[in-house]
């Protein structure tokens, strides 16, 4: 039976230790199982965020093995090789789904029903990977996505014109990395398309402000690995957003990688598109209205991936 209140993390690294940081201050758990190739680093981890218990929610959390997550409602995988310096997500790709294959088949053997939440990268060819080698059903396997990126996106955007994050909505779509799309069709606050809402803040050069903006979507990861090594802390809390979705049963449209079986005019494969979330996991993708440009460039990045996908060796 399945445990609503608890969760297992794979992978002790940068990003599953800050997630496990993020859930145990959302107190949306009240078991933390922690899991690492690494029994010690696990058990450290598991030891210094125990110490914080009388602060926060959460009532237990402790490095385990894979067969503590069999009544888990969430197994959310953050093992990888991380993206070093001058180094593309894509470039990650034979490493960590090698790494994949060592760990689903653990998870699968022990009947698990819980939703596998993809972190590590390259994100959609990832979870796409471990779709095809868990064979669970594709609304219980899928990605942080561009849950991030759309983050970043209204983040700058929000410095750009001096209003509130909550007010602006904007995607960023398609691959998480170099070939993803941000929707400026779509893009608004609080309803009033962005090129409107840009003149009333004194804003007129659309298309520059457009490209330096997205540009720095698109390098924000690799400025802050050159800067520090590695991103940890926005993503922990992209996925901490993602989980209370889940948890909370809120039915919220979040841009996480998804399998699409049609959608955009493109089959069998994950993408970051915007999607509704709940607790039986990625429910349904949605089909938002691009323009011809949007869709060209959205059609692009699901070559890209495919052309990588056909390379690998899947069931």
């Known amino acids: 039976m399945i445990n609503m209140r608890k969760a297992a993390i794979i992978g002790c690294g940068f990003v599953g230790a ?12 009240t078991e933390l199982v922690l899991i690492d190739v690494d029994q010690e680093k696990a058990e450290g981890e598991a030891m210094d965020l125990s110490h914080g218990r009388p602060y926060v929610d959460t009532a237990k959390i ?3 093995t894979y067969d503590d997550i069999c009544d888990c409602s969430m197994i959310i995988i953050t093992a990888g090789a991380n993206q070093n310096p ?10 960590n789904v090698a790494i994949l294959k060592s760990i689903i088949p653990e998870i699968t053997k022990r009947n698990c029903e819980g939703i596998l939440l993809i972190v590590a990268n390259p994100v959609d060819i990832l979870t796409y990977a471990a779709y095809r080698l868990s064979g669970f059903p594709s609304n219980r396997v899928f990605g942080s996505g561009t849950v991030l990126d759309s983050a970043r996106f209204r983040y700058l955007l929000s410095e750009h014109l001096k209003v509130d994050t909550e007010s602006i909505h904007a995607f960023i779509i398609g691959e998480h990395g170099d070939s993803e799309l941000a929707v400026w069709s779509g893009a608004n606050v609080s309803g009033i398309p962005i090129h409107d809402f840009c003149e009333f803040r004194g804003h007129y050069n659309h298309q520059a402000a457009m490209t330096e903006i997205y540009e720095n979507v698109k390098s924000s990861a690799y400025k802050i690995i050159d800067r520090k090594g590695a991103t940890y802390y926005g993503i922990a809390m992209a996925v901490g957003h993602i989980t209370e979705s889940i948890i909370r049963n809120k039915n919220s449209v979040l841009p996480v990688s998804s399998l699409l079986s049609g959608q955009y005019g493109i089959e069998d494969l994950y993408l970051s598109i915007p999607t509704i ?23 692009e990045s699901a070559n890209t991936l495919k052309s990588i996908i056909e390379k690998l060796d899947l069931p």
């Open 86 to 95: 001058n180094e593309t997500r894509l470039d990650l790709v034979h490493k």
């Open 62 to 64: 402790y490095a385990g």
């Open 18 to 29: 800050t997630t496990a940081f993020s859930l145990m201050h959302q107190g949306l758990f």
């Open 277 to 299: 979330v709940n607790r039986t996991g990625a429910v349904q993708v949605l089909e938002i209205e691009l323009n011809e440009s949007e869709h060209k460039k959205l059609k």
